[in-house]
């Protein structure tokens, strides 16, 4: 029989109880409530990065986007102002993600990113300003090198002071600045902490009858021969089948290509592999199909990633090149007029 317990990096009696009961086997909840257990699956995700900036934890209205819950709260707050003004901290995805709904159920919108470009950590300056040109067109200001110092709150009344002395007024704060691993538990029980909780391909930990899958996850990808921590619903689903499947005693192990997506107005980005390490950067823009462009990061001729807008077809080559490592020729791929088949982007 399979059992569910929910666990946060609150459950400090849970982690205390587990590291004293884990030489057999055993787990109490909070509770009181013991388990014993023969195999063990901590998926015990992560949680929002709360920023020390002064007076952010007695403004009004500061929400994270991390949850369900976190969803209908900023949604309930948006329907309860006839006008809205609304500031993003961080220029992320689930930052940018998060100010193009709150556009559409009609607020007014305002990202600040500290960084120089939206998004510098996870795509190349091209997608940056694409998405810079996309948030503008549809009415939201994108801000970068805004480091936000400090906030004031006067009559439920926000204002966000910046480092260079600009003030924004907000109603609703929300901050997407990144996330903490919910590894107490696992440290605590002995495991093996390292960037996240350490598993092997078959999605162990140093324990052999514990295991780990998700955002708390430090794995090995082979296909580029490094450990990695994923922040991916998919790789979560992937992970978990692996476990599944060697705690039924199927041997498997992960060899999952890692992919994301996100949505914002009508736009769908949709991206495959891991861009870190490259240098260079071929972007394509398709002729007459409006916003439909593709970016491919290449480290010398070997193809990392790609980052595909409105453009499934490249996406899906993407994916097929990577897996299968073909070279490419970068000039026919960078070429609009070269028709876009697998066949014609392949190098001699």
């Known amino acids: 029989m399979l059992q569910l317990y929910k666990s946060t990096q609150e459950d400090s009696v849970l982690a205390r109880c587990f590291q004293a009961y884990e030489k057999n086997k055993s787990i109490v909840l909070e509770t009181g409530k ?31 986007m991390r949850t369900a819950e976190d969803s209908n709260a900023i949604r309930a707050a ?68 805004k480091n936000v110092i400090s906030i004031e709150t006067k009559a439920d009344l926000n204002e966000i002071i910046c480092s260079d002395n600009t003030r924004y007024k907000a109603d609703i704060i929300i901050v997407g600045v990144g996330i903490n691993v919910n590894m107490e538990l696992a440290e605590e029980a002995g495991l093996r902490i390292e960037n996240g909780i350490r598993v092997a391909a078959t999605a162990q930990t140093n324990d052999n009858d514990i295991y780990a899958i998700g955002d708390c996850t ?26 599944a499947a060697n705690i039924c005693e199927k041997v498997t192990t992960y060899d999952s290509l890692p992919w994301f997506w996100s949505d914002q107005y009508d736009v ?37 990633a790609v980052d595909a807008v409105n453009n499934a077809k490249a996406y899906v080559y993407g994916t097929k090149f990577i897996k299968g490592g073909q070279k490419l020729n970068k000039s026919k791929l960078a070429d609009p007029t070269t028709e876009f088949k697998p066949i014609n982007l392949l190098a001699e």
């Open 78 to 145: 948006v329907a309860s102002n006839e006008r809205t003004r609304v500031v993003v901290i961080g220029g992320g995805y689930i930052g940018l993600e998060t100010a193009a709904s709150l556009k559409k159920l009609g607020a007014d919108v305002t990202v600040l990113e500290r960084e120089e470009r939206i998004l510098a950590r996870v795509t190349a300056p091209e997608m940056s300003t694409f998405f810079q040109m996309l948030h503008t067109e549809n009415g939201v200001d994108v801000l970068a090198n």
């Open 268 to 304: 769908k980005l949709q991206m495959v592999g891991l861009s870190q390490g490259y240098d260079q950067t071929v972007t394509r823009k398709e002729v007459g199909a409006g916003n439909s462009l593709s970016t491919w990061y290449f480290k010398g001729n070997t193809l990392l």
């Open 218 to 243: 430090y794995h090995h990808n082979p296909h580029y021969d490094r450990f990695v921590r994923l922040e991916s619903v998919q790789n979560a689903v992937d992970q978990a089948k692996v476990a």
């Open 34 to 64: 013991g388990h014993s257990y023969d195999k063990l699956v901590i998926a015990t995700g992560a949680r929002p990065i709360i920023p020390a900036i002064s007076g952010l934890t007695t403004a009004t209205n500061v929400f994270t």
